[in-house]
T-cell receptor
Framework: EDKVVQSPLSLVVHEGDTVTLNCSYE??????LLWYKQEKKAPTFLFML????IEKKSGRLSSILDKKELFSILNITATQTGDSAIYLC??????????FGTGTSLTVIP | DAGVIQSPRHEVTEMGQEVTLRCKPI?????LFWYRQTMMRGLELLIY????????DSGMPEDRFSAKMPNASFSTLKIQPSEPRDSAVYFC????????????FGNGTRLTVT
């Protein structure tokens, strides 16, 4: 059975801290891995990763994929209160299928 | 680009009533997905369409759930009769054809069945 597991389930940090969120997967027919940020409404797209070892970066956020060990990490440096959200990891399979993890809830305290 | 549009934003109904959720995908996106999100199970795929044709409905919980996509710009998810365990946030998402394109989500419909 295809599965996507995220850890930790929740995290509380202080502003300025660096956090690392984890996503591991066991799927057949892997195509890509995606990260989303969900605040109160719709999940918003952060990164799509298809190749191992190539870091994607956007401001204070970065992510990398390891297709051999079947995991990805999302790093956030110098966290701010606006980073408080649920971070979702999804794996895309061939055939237009996306499986989501249950997410990591991040709370950044001022 | 107005994004994926869902309606209503909130729906409160009594057990046994019919509920219809609506979605307008982003223009030009030919794949449309319906997801359900709960605290316990996260985001679960219910059904998806390609070029208005249902491709995979294996996630639809039971016969009380049905989905249609009569044209490229509109889809509905219907629950009849509704039950309290259907209470969740229902998201619609769309994506264009081709690789390396993420899902774009609507703001969801929060359904409460009492």
């Amino acid at each position: 059975e295809d599965k996507v597991v995220q850890s930790p389930l929740s995290l509380v940090v202080h502003e300025g801290d660096t956090v690392t969120l984890n996503c591991s997967y066991e799927v057949t027919n892997f195509r890509s891995l995606l990260w989303y940020k969900q605040e109160k409404k719709a999940p918003t797209f952060l990164f799509m990763l298809t190749s191992s070892g190539i870091e994607k970066k956007s401001g204070r956020l970065s992510s990398i994929l390891d297709k051999k060990e079947l995991f990805s990490i999302l790093n956030i440096t110098a966290t701010q209160t606006g980073d408080s959200a649920i971070y979702l990891c999804a794996v895309e399979l061939t055939g237009n299928q996306f499986y989501f993890g249950t997410g990591t809830s991040l709370t950044v305290i001022p | 680009d107005a994004g994926v549009i869902q309606s209503p934003r909130h729906e409160v109904t009594e057990m046994g009533q019919e509920v219809t959720l609506r979605c307008k995908p982003i223009s030009g996106h030919n794949s449309l997905f319906w997801y359900r999100q709960t605290m316990m199970r996260g985001l679960e795929l219910l059904i998806y369409f390609n070029n208005n044709v249902p491709i995979d409905d294996s996630g639809m919980p039971e016969d009380r759930f049905s989905a249609k996509m009569p044209n490229a710009s509109f889809s509905t998810l219907k629950i009849q009769p509704s039950e309290p365990r259907d209470s969740a946030v229902y998201f619609c998402a769309s994506r264009p054809t081709g690789h390396n394109s993420p899902l774009h989500f609507g703001n969801g419909t929060r359904l409460t069945v009492t």
